[in-house]
Nanobody
Framework: VQLQASGGGSVQPGGSLRLSCVAS???????MAWFRQAPGKEREGVSC????????YYADSVKGRFTISADNAKNTVYLQMNSLKPEDTSVYYC?????????????????????????WGQGTLVTVSS
């Protein structure tokens, strides 16, 4: 599976962006997810969508602001990001896994992203600044 992420850019606080992740090659996977990593910080799980039942999960920090969705006909996963904050500034990565979404309650809770996710996109930079 090859993943190509796009849609990053610079926006002011309160603005919106939509990230896209197109999968090619062997496209079957159980879940697709978005992660982000800011300089000097660990990679953080942002959102996950299950391909089997379209269940979605979000990190507490983005609930109510971000929405993950999938268009299976286009092998594409989206992350709609609204009400962006400066702390959302990161490189955003999409990833695919043969495992289900790891969650706790309704919160996306990956324990070991690099072990749980087999395929990663190249990352797209999101900068939120006034």
């Amino acid at each position: 599976v090859q993943l190509q992420a796009s849609g990053g850019g610079s926006v002011q606080p309160g603005g919106s962006l939509r990230l896209s992740c197109v999968a090619s090659g062997r496209t079957f996977s159980s879940t697709m997810a978005w992660f982000r990593q800011a300089p000097g910080k660990e990679r953080e799980g942002v959102s996950c969508i299950s391909n089997s039942d379209t269940s979605t999960y979000y990190a507490d920090s983005v609930k109510g602001r971000f929405t993950i969705s999938a268009d299976n006909a286009k092998n594409t996963v989206y992350l709609q990001m609204n009400s962006l904050k400066p702390e959302d500034t990161s490189v955003y990565y999409c990833a695919a896994s043969m495992l289900g979404c790891m969650y706790y309650g309704d919160t996306f809770y990956p324990l070991s992203p690099t072990n749980e996710y087999d395929y990663w996109g190249q990352g797209t930079l999101v900068t939120v600044s006034s």
